[in-house]
């Protein structure tokens, strides 16, 4: 799916939710360890159990390179098995200069044949290019993350050098990512992560990208409200896909595993399509 | 091989290259690009030819990764050819929320049994924490890269808040990063990575962080100065480690690979003896 048909596909199925993949074995029902390709079984589970109340999938690719070799098998498996209707991440963080990000962008836009990746900034605009050179596909850059450790750095205030009268305005180093990264790419091709922990950064973010779609992570076992995201994320295209991995896969380790993640799907969704409704009016 | 044996290592084998396995089918010698597993035969051919000449070798994941699952074997079948008196370095990038990283540090630190993997910086602390828990293995973090980009965001200028006065310094984003990081572990367990091409910032990086060891891409192909970069990053326990890739493994595409990448590490390899000579008086 393009990002382009996301906002009506939202509106179709009442619901922002994307759900996260973050499968790890020792984490399934324990009645499914034992089998053969638990964590395939486990991840098509989800989706029959997910797909009606979400749009979109995420797939943390830490998680199956982490099962070595047989992982990308797994990985590449469920990513077939994701509906064509739904908007597939590859939830990857790459970053690395011109000829290295290029392999990235193959890997994951060709090889394994995502909507979206998300790639780290760090290494600036050579780093990122590759992936725009994709224009059906959509890169996610970081922004601002839900985590504790986005004060360190992300959270720096930058000055602006240059211009001849010694004047400079000051930001913050995520709003600076956000505001330059936004110039390389149209809006059909570039999202940013905004953490769901984040809500007045959030408002600030709006501000700076009116247009962006957001991948909001932090929902759920991170703690971030869904609410206040919508009220600060809000844009005229919706703008906003809402990640929760967890709380909606791990909600259960007993053999209900796929009723109570539908259950935990659902409650998202129904919260979802009250914020549509009252912002849609 | 752990960091702190890294120096009487230079010291025997009177040189500090690694030699970096960015290795792609299409780029290979055109007599061995049709042969079955010809990524892994050039790779073991590349460690044969150049092995005497380095101390070191860096596996480039992303080109592991675009091969798919099989990639993944390849690398792995690599990484257990490389001398167990080589240092193996997974240059990965990854960076994510901490039990997010905690998969990545397992992936590159257990399923594969790298001595060190790169990791990138901007989500902060708990992003890297999960890396220095393998107290013997060596995380290696984006300083200042040698790409164009690193304009982009490395090099803004940031403020440090907080102080009663007012006062603040005014630091480079990567000069902080680097401060920053040297207090999350110990100098056997953290690198940064310095391009070749950032000579003068290397000697201000080289007085932020005075015993870590540097990880210098940027020779060769992306043209850094060997002498130069000796002056400026030099320290007590030589502290350098240089990665040359390209300039190397695609010296030559003829049936003659393997002499022309020896030459070209055995060149690179009698500049370091050279420097080694001189410094080391």
Chains 1, 2 share one sequence.
Not at 80 to 92: K, M
Not at 136 to 163: A, C, H, M, P, R
């Amino acid at each position: 799916m393009q990002l382009k048909n996301l906002t009506q596909h939202i509106i179709n199925k009442n619901s922002f939710l994307c759900v996260g993949l973050d499968t790890e074995l020792k984490r399934l029902p324990k009645h499914l360890q034992q089998q053969p390709n638990a964590v395939l079984q486990f991840n098509k589970a989800i989706i029959d159990a997910t797909k009606d109340y979400c749009v979109s999938y995420k797939i943390n690719t830490a998680f199956y390179e982490a099962m070595g070799a047989k992982g990308w098998d797994i990985m590449e498996a469920t990513l077939h098995y994701i509906p064509a209707t739904h908007f597939s991440i590859a939830d990857a963080k790459r970053g690395d200069i011109g000829n290295t990000a290029a392999q990235y962008a193959r890997t994951f836009f060709e090889v394994y044949p995502f909507d979206a990746v998300t790639v780290a900034p760090y290494m600036g605009e050579d780093s990122i290019r590759p992936f725009l050179e994709y224009n059906q596909k959509v890169t996610i850059v970081l922004g601002l993350t839900s985590n504790k450790g986005s004060e360190d750095f992300e959270q720096l205030i930058v000055q602006e050098t240059g211009g001849n009268s010694g004047a400079y305005s000051q930001k913050k180093l995520y709003e600076k990512v956000i505001e330059k990264v936004a110039n390389w790419g149209t809006t059909e091709q570039l999202m940013f992560v905004v953490g769901a922990t984040k809500t007045v950064e959030m408002k600030q973010i709006r501000s700076i990208v009116p247009e962006h779609f957001f991948l909001v992570p932090g929902v759920g076992a991170q703690g971030g409200n869904l609410n206040e995201v919508a009220d600060f994320g809000w844009n005229k295209n919706i703008g906003l896909l809402v990640n929760a991995s967890r709380s909606i896969i791990y909600a259960d380790d007993t053999e209900n595993f796929q009723i109570t993640a539908a259950a935990a799907a659902a409650t998202y969704q129904l919260i979802m399509q009250q914020i549509l409704s009252q912002k849609l009016l």
